[in-house]
């Protein structure tokens, strides 16, 4: 994409979650300018989604374009997802909308170029250019995100790394334990059955049963990591167990990519100081490259060492990356 | 690097290894012209081996560059390394050359630019442009070198991927079985403890002390081979591990990766029909990439699916390889 210099643009980013869908103009400073959400209205089918989208992009299009050049629409979902033709596969929170030609179909009602991306990359790309891999001064990590599920993404020199069918970075699908729990993709022991606010919140629940935590009703990773904070051993314990999942997963990437960057997202990253003492003992265990090279202190990031670190931004990095892909495509 | 249509170019690869030196030129067809081999004078130094290396680069130049025009020379030795600075770290096959700058020696010696690759990366390259690659037309593969180690290599669209660091694709160290063999390396339970010619013999050996296979001497991955070729159970269930531990490894880059192509290289490669039955398994077990991108025999290469072949090359692709490196930098 190529604008000429001076010249003031604006991105459509969507993120299309399975609760919520929001839609938001940034320019190209990644300045947010205006945003609409709703609720993703699973249940009324992908037409009805597809036309919430689409009202919704046509409004902030209309809305800026008097005062600056549209450059184009990002769609973040969830994966797994074929590319680059944005057929969605079977996106385990939107039932009902496997096979979705997703791109195809909002470039005929938008009569214009939508590029579509999975999620977690959406996020990554985010952290790269605007969050943790700009403060860091590189173009290319790979970032983990802690949410209902474990998402990845890696990047390359500023571009999001694909593999021949659009499925790299499924990390969170990485056999960690490798007899460990059964995992909702078939496997067993993947790293999101240890390292979710999905897999926290179970493990919590079996304190619930049996220990103190008797009582205490929704059991999230939240609540856990408020009770770890407080001094509770078992929550403790449970982030640890995070932790030590995560470097394991973590020990993985770090021999097979050798990147300078990895960020941990999500909303789980909130409690980084419960998990990551256990995840950078669990990474130098296996990992000798992380060892060769590692900041000396490896929670105090240092620059040309292997750094692990928490994301820099929100929960709206998937939004913000999306609305990135117009110009990284 | 670029030259002229129709002119004829050779250049030069180099594969150090700890025990044998070879040198030899290649033509821009990866045709090979002429060779010279001699022993790795380890224990002479790095001064004498510098020296043979060059007497033999300016040697191999001369007969050629009447004809030709010499585009440069590569280099692939063990790893691990540190690139594009091309000094050697801490390789296990050559005492006593820690720390030394081949490149840098090398170029002041030869008045020329030298390039400098990881002997696996440099193997990659080759059956990527002249092996497994050309034949399944990708340029994009992760290949797996059983031999003394497990050493790896990941191309990207024709280029060897190096990291941040250059260390990209050490697959031999991601963790296989966490509580499992301590490694070389520090670890415990990495790929090349279960997948290695080493690791084979050392099976093997275990085998020879309490069962039939006593007074069978010496036992290497090739003489257990034979017994398994021959019907030997036990020789069969070692190879049978080595599948699932190669597996379990292919399990993680596949996830990470998704690369339409793996190749499994060095000499355990030749034992392919005894282990690569419990390799596509594990696979299967531990990957739900590879479970959706699989070939519908994984056992019969299928375009456009996630497929793992043996190398088509030989035990000279690392020399091919160096050679290519000029033409690939």
Request: charged share 15%; glycine share 14%; proline share 6%.
């Amino acid at each position: 994409m190529y604008t000429m210099a001076g010249m003031n643009t604006f991105s459509i980013g969507v993120d299309l979650g399975g609760t919520s869908l929001r839609v938001a103009a940034f320019t190209q400073d990644w300045e947010r300018l205006s945003a609409i959400s709703m609720p993703t209205r699973v249940d009324a089918g992908p037409e009805a989604v597809l036309q919430d989208m689409v009202s919704a992009i046509r409004q902030l299009v209309a809305e800026h374009q008097s005062g600056r050049e549209w450059v184009g629409t990002g769609v973040g979902c969830p994966g797994p997802l074929e590319l680059p033709s944005g057929r969605l596969l079977t996106p385990p929170n939107l039932p009902g909308f496997e096979g979705l030609e997703l791109k195809t179909e909002l470039e005929r009602r938008l009569g214009s170029p939508v590029l579509v991306e999975c999620d977690a990359n959406a996020a990554a790309l985010a952290e790269c250019h605007a969050g943790a891999g700009k403060a860091f001064g590189t173009q290319s990590l790979c970032m983990l995100t802690l949410g209902t599920g474990v998402g990845s993404g890696i990047i390359l020199d500023g571009h999001v790394w694909h593999g021949f069918a659009g499925m790299a970075g499924e990390a969170g699908h990485v056999p960690v334990y490798l007899d460990g729990l059964p995992c909702g993709c078939g496997s067993r022991g993947c790293l999101e059955q240890y390292a979710s606010a999905t897999a926290i919140a179970r493990a919590g629940r079996s304190l619930a049963v049996a220990g103190p935590h008797h009582g205490q009703d929704p059991v999230t990773a939240r609540s856990l990591a408020e009770s770890a904070w407080a001094g509770d051993a078992e929550s403790e314990e449970i982030y640890r167990k995070v932790g030590q999942a995560l470097g394991i997963g973590l020990a993985s990437l770090v021999s097979t990519l050798n990147l300078p960057l990895y960020v941990v997202g999500g909303g789980v990253a909130a409690a980084w100081d419960l998990f990551s003492p256990a995840m950078f003992a669990a990474m130098e265990a296996h990992s000798y490259i992380y060892r060769l090279t590692k900041p000396a202190d490896p929670s105090i990031p240092e620059k040309g060492r292997t750094t692990v670190v928490p994301a820099r931004l929100g929960p709206d990095s998937g939004l913000l990356g999306a609305a990135m892909l117009p110009f990284f495509a």
